[in-house]
C-alpha cells in the first residue's frame, strides 16, 4: 500500500549371373555418366530476372518497408507505440517473402541474399523489442530505435550494399538511433506549473529505485508536474485551495521534449483526491499541508491505481 498522509552405405545392385551387362539410354557427354532410362528429368533453374525487371520489384517493397520505419520513429504514446512497432513488423516479415521469392540478376544474387537476411533479422529483432514495450522497459520511440540500432545498421548496409552492386535502391532505413543515455532533471525542476499563490503545501517523498514525476490536477487542468529525484523529497508551496488527483510516473531517461521516460516507465495515480482549504477567522489563517509517499510504507493509508499510459496528464 502506498501512503497518502496528512501534515519470461546403401548397398549396390547385385552383379548379373549370366548373359551380357547392358545399360541403356544415351550418356551425357565425354567422360560422363550415362543416363538411365525411365528417371525423373531434372526440374529448370527459374530464370533471372532482368536489371530492370528487378529493380521495379525492389522498388516495391521499399515503399511500405521504409514508411512502416518512418512511422514508428514518430509514434507518441505506447499505445501508438506498440501498434506501429507490430505494422513494421509484418511490413519488413512480407517483404523479405516477397523477395525472397525473386530471382534476381545473378550479378547481385550474393548481396539480394544477404538484404534479405537482413530484412528477416530485422523483423524478429522487432518481435523482441515488441516484448519490452509490452513489459514496459521501453517506453519511447526513441528508446525503441536505440534498442534496434545495431540490426537497424546491418540492415542498412545490406541496403547499401546491394545498390552500389548494381544501383539498386533498397534504403528502407531512413531514421536514426541515438545512443543510450540516462537524462535526468534536478530534483523539484517543475515540468509544467500554473499559478502557486496558495498558503498550502505538498511535500512528495520519492523513496523508490527510479525518479519520478508527480501530477496534480484540478478540475479538468494541470496544476502542475515536478520532478521528484529517486531517494528525493520536495515540497510544493502555494499551492492553491481546491480538490486535486495526484498522478505519477516513474522510469528512467527522461525526454524533455517528449515530457516522458524512456525505459522502465510505470504510470499510477491515488484512489483518493487530495483536498486544500484555507480558512479564516477573526484572530487566524488555517490552511492544509499534505505529504505523499511515492513508495510502500508501513503504516500507508492511501492506496494507488495503474493508469492508462494514454491517459495519464503529462
Not at 10 to 28: F, I, L, N
Not at 124 to 143: E, F, H, I
Not at 214 to 233: H, I
Amino acid at each position: 500500500m502506498t501512503t497518502l498522509t496528512l501534515g519470461a552405405c546403401s548397398a549396390g545392385s547385385p552383379s548379373p549371373t549370366g548373359g551380357e551387362s547392358k545399360v541403356t539410354g544415351v550418356a551425357g557427354g565425354q567422360d560422363s555418366a550415362p543416363s538411365v532410362s525411365g528417371g525423373t528429368p531434372a526440374a529448370p533453374s527459374a530464370t533471372a530476372l532482368t536489371p530492370e525487371a528487378y529493380k521495379d520489384e525492389l522498388g516495391g517493397e521499399r515503399k511500405p518497408m521504409r514508411a512502416a520505419l518512418d512511422a514508428l520513429a514518430g509514434a507518441r504514446g505506447l499505445k501508438s507505440l506498440d501498434q506501429k512497432l507490430g505494422r513494421a513488423r509484418s511490413a519488413l516479415s512480407d517483404g523479405a517473402d516477397q523477395l525472397a521469392g525473386l530471382t534476381p540478376p545473378d550479378s547481385v544474387r550474393a548481396q539480394h541474399d544477404a538484404y534479405v537476411a537482413g530484412l528477416r533479422a530485422a523483423a524478429a529483432a522487432l518481435v523482441a523489442t515488441g516484448d519490452k514495450v509490452g513489459g514496459r522497459d521501453l517506453c519511447t520511440s526513441s528508446a525503441v530505435l536505440t534498442d534496434l540500432d545495431d540490426t537497424l545498421d546491418r540492415l542498412d548496409e545490406a541496403g547499401e550494399a546491394l545498390e552500389s552492386a548494381g544501383d539498386y535502391r533498397a534504403d528502407v532505413v531512413g531514421v536514426t538511433a541515438g545512443k543510450k543515455q540516462t537524462r535526468r532533471l534536478r530534483n523539484g525542476s517543475y515540468v509544467r506549473r500554473s499559478t502557486l499563490s496558495g498558503r498550502s503545501s505538498l511535500e512528495i517523498d520519492n523513496g523508490g529505485d527510479r525518479d519520478a514525476v508527480v501530477t496534480a490536477v484540478r478540475g479538468g487542468s494541470k496544476a502542475f508536474s515536478v520532478y521528484v529525484r529517486k531517494n528525493a523529497r520536495f515540497k510544493v508551496r502555494g499551492v492553491r485551495d481546491g480538490t486535486y488527483r495526484i498522478y505519477f510516473t516513474h522510469g528512467v531517461d527522461w525526454d524533455g521534449k517528449r515530457k516522458a521516460f524512456t525505459r522502465e516507465c510505470s504510470f499510477e495515480r491515488f484512489q483518493k483526491s487530495v483536498k486544500f482549504r484555507t480558512s479564516y477567522t477573526a484572530t487566524q489563517v488555517r490552511w492544509h499541508d499534505w505529504r505523499v509517499t511515492l513508495h510502500a510504507i508501513s503504516g500507508g493509508n492511501a492506496r494507488t491505481s495503474p493508469v492508462d499510459p494514454d491517459d495519464f496528464p503529462g
